[in-house]
């Protein structure tokens, strides 16, 4: 069944796009859209990119780093996380930012790579951001045989809060409210604005204006793209979330290459859980980039252009592995 996108002119749709709902077991319907070679015009095509967005985030918001993954030869696919973008919510208040578990992510993620998967070009590459860092590092400890490589940008495995003490103080009220059967309501304060509507002299995300100003228009065209504030229950899963993939047991199981990138001028995310998680990972490595906040991939073109040298680096390395492997 063909879903839709949402266009506006200064966010074009790269070519070829295949939109699409995914129907779960339950009935629910997740948003899925793909770039096939031939679809999408490739002359060649070096694999596929499966891409993740964080909290918050949507299919659109990604369509300038997808045509560079196209001019990169790469097919592409990504989805709307459940509970957000046009995805179905949990939650009849569409803006609040709901989950029960990470795992029923983690089930959804399963169905779709199912789904999806006969269709890409091999080989594999996962490139997560945020919350879909999270979600896709588990998943590749899970699921060895999905990625050939694994980039992610400032991965959710750590949340700054200010103090220890906040955040068990965070971590004890959620997992309360729970308890008591609060887990849809929102945090204290929170609201339904969506994030993307923050002025951009408030925003902690990052330094480009006009990539901002891009993203705020995509939620006024279309306010079901907007999500607001988490609810207990997103709160209590992802930290039941991050605590798995802080464990040096769990993080030495992961053999596939991964390769994190953290931002210097971050706000939201912990760098010292980045750097915990590159030191016990198998095949991790860690890379800092000196001028960007939290949406790397959303930042003035000057942290992108250091970002794109470093991914094309690691998957030449991952396209030479490869080869050498297939001549043993």
Not at 90 to 100: A, E, F, N, T, Y
Request: proline share 6%.
């Amino acid at each position: 069944m063909t879903a839709p996108l949402i266009q506006i002119p200064d966010n074009p749709c790269p070519a070829g796009a295949e939109p699409e709902w995914l129907v779960m077991p339950d009935g629910s319907r997740l948003r899925m859209v793909t770039w096939l070679p031939e679809a999408a015009g490739l002359s060649r095509c070096r694999g596929s990119v499966f891409l993740f967005g964080g909290r918050t985030e949507f299919a659109e918001k990604y369509f300038e780093v997808i045509g560079e993954l196209l001019a990169r030869d790469f097919a592409v696919t990504t989805l709307d996380w459940r509970g957000q973008g046009l995805s179905d919510h949990m939650l009849p208040d569409w803006r609040k930012g709901h989950i029960d578990s990470f795992d029923r992510f983690l089930s959804d993620l399963s169905h779709f790579m199912a789904a999806v998967g006969p269709r890409m070009p091999k080989p594999w590459y996962g490139l997560a951001h945020s919350m879909g860092g999270n979600i896709v590092l588990r998943a590749t400890h899970d699921h060895p045989d999905w990625f050939s490589g694994v980039v992610l940008t400032a991965p959710m495995l750590g949340i700054r809060l200010g103090s220890p003490l906040v955040q068990r103080l965070l971590r004890g009220v959620a997992a309360a409210a729970c308890a008591l059967g609060l887990s849809g309501a929102y945090l204290p304060g929170g609201t339904p604005a969506a994030a993307d509507e923050t002025p951009f002299t408030e925003n902690v995300v990052t330094n480009s204006e006009e990539r901002y100003a891009i993203h705020q228009a995509l939620v006024r065209a279309e306010p079901k793209l907007g999500l607001g504030a988490p609810t207990f229950g997103w709160v209590h899963a992802g930290f039941r979330s991050m605590d798995l993939t802080q464990s040096e047991a769990y993080l030495g199981e992961i053999e596939t290459p991964v390769l994190i990138f953290e931002a210097m001028q971050e706000k939201l995310v912990d760098n010292e859980a980045l750097e915990h998680a590159a030191r016990y990972l198998s095949a991790g490595v860690i890379e800092s980039v000196e001028e960007a906040r939290h949406e790397i991939l959303m930042e003035l073109d000057a942290a992108r252009i250091a970002f794109w040298s470093v991914f094309d680096n690691f998957i030449i390395k991952s396209e030479d592995n490869d080869k050498a492997q297939a001549k043993v």
